[in-house]
């Protein structure tokens, strides 16, 4: 199994990026896809989830609004679009797949992690 996400980069605050994650080797519409961070010296947090359907969406508090995530099951990716982009966000994204439709903002039920592409938000 392989998850690939990229799309990250530098922008300056109040700008936008769109991450991607690409999927192989498993049957990508039976996961849960989620999108986590972590930022220097911080533990690794949950950012947002859909569920296999796109039915469900899940955010943090502090992203609701400014975050959009969807996917495309027939292309095996999942996106994050991240708008009016703090110097907060600044962090290392990681997209990971859970079989489940539940305990979907644990890292821990996440059974495939992709490598991670950074984003770095300067004020």
């Known amino acids: 199994v392989q998850l690939q996400a990229f799309g990250g980069g530098l922008v300056q605050a109040g700008g936008s990026l769109r991450l991607s994650c690409g999927a192989s080797g498993l049957t990508f519409g039976s996961y849960t896809m989620g999108w986590f961070r972590q930022a220097p010296g911080k533990e690794r947090e949950f950012v947002s989830a859909i569920i296999w359907s796109g039915g469900s969406t899940y955010y943090v508090d502090s992203e609701k609004g400014r975050f959009t995530i969807s996917r495309d099951n027939a292309k095996n990716t999942v996106y994050l679009q991240m708008n009016s982009l703090k110097p907060e966000d600044t962090a290392v994204y990681y997209c990971?797949?859970?079989?489940?439709?539940?305990?979907?903002?644990?890292?821990?039920?996440?059974?495939?992690w992709g490598q991670g592409t950074l984003v770095t938000v300067s004020s």
């Open positions: 990971a797949a859970n079989p489940r439709n539940s305990q979907v903002t644990r890292n821990y039920f996440y059974t495939y």
